[in-house]
């Protein structure tokens, strides 16, 4: 960090090449030889006035990850996993995933040459499964969930020397997504908004984010102090976090019995949950749970209204914001932030049962 602060600029920054690596002095591979992209970042960020007239809200966008390769934001952070296994020389990564991080670690490791195996799921969305058997992955199909997946990659990894790119248990994966963090202040000629909501599985968005806040502070790029009050979106199927959250606690529980449609919401314990939840209340956010029937209705609004055909993890937030309009948490005049963080095309087998 001293060094970025002396060599960049961030305005310099915003005349590179578009994607995420023009942020590449924040990023943690060190030879740009060894970037594996696929044209990731760089993702718009969308007013919805009529969605937020109806609303009473009068400042309220999406920052839509959808058009990201894959269809999802977590090619961020597998891009950069990836890039920075290929530059430490390692050959066979593997990944539990509920979906959409195992389609991104198989394109990117067919990119880079390296072999794939991802656990997932037996019920994950056909999507998921299918875009990472084309890219050339091994895809090994769990009873369970995410949790039971992870044991057994957990198991393989050890016994045949894989890489292990399950969510925070390697350090690179948050580094890519906080860049969503770069690209948003940017947008906002280096302001944050009020709130930003944001659909939270395993939380790298969440956490990679706020240290991105606090990076942007160190470096002086920031034309006000102001942080974010971050609001982590669960289903009600699926809500460890609003209940620890609610509860004062510092961990969750594992959530048992999980089940949601937004199956990237699917995961019953984070391995991050003590830094989500302290980062959270640092910035006065707060947690919300919303049902499965409030996210497709969501879905469908901010498609019918405004275009944005949704992940429903991403229409979540949007579901989410109902609530705490109705709870008075959020003033009409706030800058709010939803996140879609994927593709709704991904998810037409689900969602085709309601
Ligand atoms: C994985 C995923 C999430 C949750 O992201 P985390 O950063 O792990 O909290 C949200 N939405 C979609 C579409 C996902 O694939």
């Given at each position: 960090?001293?060094?970025?602060?002396?060599?960049?600029?961030?305005?310099?920054?915003?005349?590179?090449?578009?994607?995420?690596?023009?942020?590449?002095?924040?990023?943690?591979?060190?030879?740009?030889?060894?970037?594996?992209?696929?044209?990731?970042?760089?993702?718009?960020?969308?007013?919805?006035?009529?969605?937020?007239?109806?609303?009473?809200?009068?400042?309220?966008?999406?920052?839509?990850?959808?058009?990201?390769?894959?269809?999802?934001?977590?090619?961020?952070?597998?891009?950069?996993?990836?890039?920075?296994?290929?530059?430490?020389?390692?050959?066979?990564?593997?990944?539990?995933?509920?979906?959409?991080?195992?389609?991104?670690?198989?394109?990117?490791?067919?990119?880079?040459?390296?072999?794939?195996?991802?656990?997932?799921?037996?019920?994950?969305?056909?999507?998921?499964?299918?875009?990472?058997?084309?890219?050339?992955?091994?895809?090994?199909?769990?009873?369970?969930?995410?949790?039971?997946?992870?044991?057994?990659?957990?198991?393989?990894?050890?016994?045949?020397?894989?890489?292990?790119?399950?969510?925070?248990?390697?350090?690179?994966?948050?580094?890519?997504?906080?860049?969503?963090?770069?690209?948003?202040?940017?947008?906002?000629?280096?302001?944050?908004?009020?709130v930003i909501?944001y659909?939270t599985?395993?939380g790298?968005?969440l956490v990679?984010m706020w240290k991105?806040f606090a990076?942007?502070?160190?470096?002086?790029?920031?034309?006000?102090?102001?942080r974010p009050r971050m609001v982590s979106v669960?289903?009600?199927?699926?809500?460890p976090i609003p209940k620890a959250f609610h509860a004062g606690a510092a961990f969750c529980?594992?959530?048992?019995?999980?089940?949601?449609?937004?199956?990237?919401?699917?995961?019953?314990?984070s391995?991050a949950d003590r830094i989500i939840l302290a980062n959270i209340r640092a910035s006065n956010g707060t947690a919300v749970?919303?049902?499965?029937?409030?996210?497709?209705?969501?879905?469908?609004?901010?498609?019918?209204?405004?275009?944005?055909?949704?992940?429903?993890?991403?229409?979540?937030?949007?579901?989410?914001?109902?609530?705490?309009?109705?709870?008075?948490w959020?003033?009409?005049?706030?800058?709010?932030?939803?996140?879609?963080?994927?593709?709704?095309?991904?998810?037409?087998?689900?969602?085709?049962?309601?």
């Open positions: 960090m001293n060094a970025a602060r002396k060599e960049v600029d961030r305005d310099e920054i915003h005349t590179r090449p578009k994607g995420m690596w023009r942020w590449h002095e924040m990023l943690p591979v060190q030879d740009p030889e060894y970037i594996v992209s696929l044209g990731e970042g760089d993702t718009s960020l969308l007013r919805i006035p009529r969605v937020g007239k109806e609303f009473g809200l009068a400042d309220l966008w999406v920052k839509d990850e959808s058009s990201n390769p894959t269809g999802s934001f977590k090619a961020r952070g597998l891009c950069t996993a990836v890039s920075r296994a290929k530059e430490l020389g390692l050959k066979k990564i593997i990944i539990p995933t509920a979906g959409n991080a195992g389609g991104a670690m198989a394109a990117y490791a067919a990119r880079a040459g390296l072999q794939a195996l991802i656990y997932m799921p037996k019920d994950t969305p056909s999507a998921n499964i299918q875009e990472s058997r084309i890219a050339g992955a091994q895809v090994i199909l769990v009873e369970g969930l995410i949790s039971d997946a992870a044991g057994m990659a957990e198991v393989k990894a050890r016994e045949e020397g894989w890489f292990d790119l399950s969510t925070f248990k390697e350090p690179y994966r948050v580094e890519g997504k906080k860049i969503m963090g770069y690209e948003l202040a940017e947008a906002l000629n280096w302001t944050l908004p009020d909501l659909p599985g395993g790298t968005g990679g991105a990076e942007m502070e160190a470096l002086g790029w920031l034309e006000e102090p102001k669960q289903a009600q199927g699926c809500a529980d594992f959530w048992p019995g999980a089940q949601t449609v937004a199956s990237g919401l699917r995961v019953p314990k391995f749970a919303v049902s499965d029937e409030a996210l497709i209705n969501a879905q469908k609004k901010l498609a019918a209204m405004e275009g944005i055909f949704a992940a429903p993890e991403g229409a979540a937030c949007l579901a989410a914001l109902e609530e705490l309009i109705k709870q008075d959020v003033k009409p005049d706030e800058r709010i932030v939803l996140f879609n963080t994927g593709s709704g095309l991904k998810y037409l087998d689900p969602i085709a049962r309601y």
